[in-house]
């Protein structure tokens, strides 16, 4: 079932449609975290709080950690008398960073697997309907199915690099992340990363408002320009194509269609199996990254809080009523 995106409607002031619209949610966020990649690092690899301290968070809601990316141990260049032996030292942590990845994909392969076995041979997932949501799914499993996918797709060729550079290959995947599976992505890659969708998505809509000043009520907007902005604003085509200045065809069935698809099942069992406030900070950044939401630089707090308009907003029975609500959401700054 193809995903439409539905040109023709706005957010007005007299519209029924969306009720309640937080500005919080529509605005532009601009302003981008004074992080370093020393900073990000530390907060990537920070030890979870005790029990005590935190009320633990719901396994219905987060997948395994094992689905994001393990601690990057290095020693800082004062531990070590000479640069040699802080390279090889160096050399050595991100080796067993990208083995611990690995091992994790492997890892997560078999517990999609056994989740498998246990659901009904008619209730199972399948790539030919990527909306649909088992029913015994909650919302960990249906992230895990995606990981599971996405990271398994890149497993060959990143393998292949690994076995290649060894240990040099942390200098080069900064220039490739299209490749390399989200649990073998370092610190300052997931930083980096975060940073370009940011300023690509303002860049986006700085793009569309400049081309079409009345929105999607603009005479010459139409479901092709909607498609090219969704695909930039969630950072889901190459930047190549920004820079050649057009979309290659079929980029929104491949990324966009199946985005699309992922985000209506997450919303569905985000809202079933507890919402927002029982997410784990890290799964938290990355819903609202993926929801087109910037994080660099907001609390958890605010986060929380826009992924919960986003999921009220977007609520509807109907699914094609949900579908223009997300799209809806997606083509406003």
Known sequence: MSVQIPWRYCISHRSTSLIAIKPSILQSHTSYAALTTHQWRAAHNQVKPRRDTAPPKSP???PPA?????ALEVQPRAAFDSTFQYLFQLGKGYLRFYKDGL???LANRRLLKEKLERTPAQDRPSVFKPHYVPKTFSRADWVLLWRVRHDMLR???FGLMLIVIGEFTALAVIYVDGVVPYTCRIPK????????AEQRRKTAFDDLEAQYPHGVLSPRFSPSVARKHVLKSLHLSGMMWDR???TPPGM???KGRLRMAFLEGDDKNLIEDGGPMGLEAEELRIACAERGIDVLGKSETELRSWLGDWLRLTAAEDISERRRRMATLLLTR
Not at 66 to 70: A, K, L, Q, V
Not at 189 to 196: C, D, E, I, N
């Open 103 to 105: 091992k994790a994909v």
């Open 252 to 254: 929104w069935q491949v």
């Open 155 to 157: 497993l060959p060729l």
């Open 60 to 62: 219905l809601l987060n």
């Open 189 to 196: 890659q997931l930083y980096s990363g975060l940073q370009k």
């Open 244 to 246: 050649l200045g057009f």
């Open 66 to 70: 094992s689905t994001r990316p393990p």
